[in-house]
């Protein structure tokens, strides 16, 4: 049931599901599995991230400064959840700045860990240029996993108190889980998207991994200009897919640590963006001048099979 809430803050949370809708339709399609508050909620989360993120990669936003626009974000939600723990959610509803009223009142309402906020945006700063942390290229894995800890592995932690673990399952104990999956998720836009960054002079694929197999930023840059991934770098691409796939193996059983109401909606998502690699495998990783993905029928019979494993767990 949704809660009676202040206008102006439902008025937030509906932004963030349009939001969530129009953007994410992977993870919009696994929220309608949840439950009304636990879903509202995930698109606050959404909301917040995809506000941030398109300062950083939209051309054309009404921000001129994304490192400045970052900085006063960050001022005012850390003030706001600070006046929200003092004075009660609704009592500050007038005073919160009204594109973070919905993130606010979920941070709040779950317990979430402010820090995972803080470094999210510390990874969002690390896109933009001229920023002190800006960083466009990656040579190693573990250099792509220092960024991907703020622009993935909390969103998997941010999303855990919401989602709930299972009778017996402590919050802390499904936490690499939950992180391993955020990593997958974001690895797997790495690869789909590699075209997309590399007009925003971003190459997210670890250098050292693709030099393995002779493919330099030269090699990527010919994929964009003519469409053909060349077959060292199908080779290479196969690798990191490979990678990927073993990250989505950490993550999967963390899924069945989840609160039953959330298992569905969590395989939904697990398997459409993991059918992703397969969409690329299948068309020979010639990725560069479309974008892979994963048709609507097949979208629902995931979400279909995934109710039907669930539902002896959700009728208890």
Known sequence: MTPVRAP????????????????????????????????????????????????????????????????????????ALDDTRARGTLAV??????????????????DIDRSLFTAFLTSMRMDVPGNP?????????????????????????????????????????????????????????????????????????????????????ETLRDARATGRAAPELQRGLAHLVAITRSVYRQAEPGVGMLAARSRPGIRAAFEIYRDILGEMEAVDFQVFDTRVRVGTAARLRRAAAAITAFAPDRAR
Not at 31 to 53: H, K, N, S
């Open 93 to 110: 509803v007038d005073t919160v700045d009204d594109r973070l009223l919905a993130v606010v009142d979920t941070i709040t309402s779950f």
């Open 133 to 217: 942390l800006f960083r466009n290229r990656y040579r190693t894995l573990d250099e792509l996993s220092e960024y991907m800890f703020g622009s993935a592995s909390v969103i998997g932690l941010q999303m855990l108190p919401i989602l709930g673990t299972a009778a017996g399952v402590r919050i802390g104990d499904a936490e690499p889980t939950a992180r391993a999956l955020g990593d997958a998720f974001q690895l797997t836009n790495f690869l789909r998207d590699v075209g997309e960054d590399l007009d925003r002079d971003r190459i997210y694929l670890p250098l050292d991994e693709l030099a393995a197999f002779g493919v330099d930023e």
């Open 8 to 79: 102006a803050l439902q008025r937030s949370y509906d932004i963030s599901r349009a939001l969530t809708a129009e953007h994410g339709r992977t993870y919009y399609l696994g929220t309608r599995m949840l439950p009304a508050d636990r879903r509202e909620a995930v698109y606050a989360l959404y909301g917040f991230a995809r506000m941030v993120d398109d300062w950083v990669d939209v051309a054309d936003t009404d921000v001129d400064d994304p490192s400045r626009a970052i900085d006063e974000i960050e001022v005012a939600l850390m003030s």
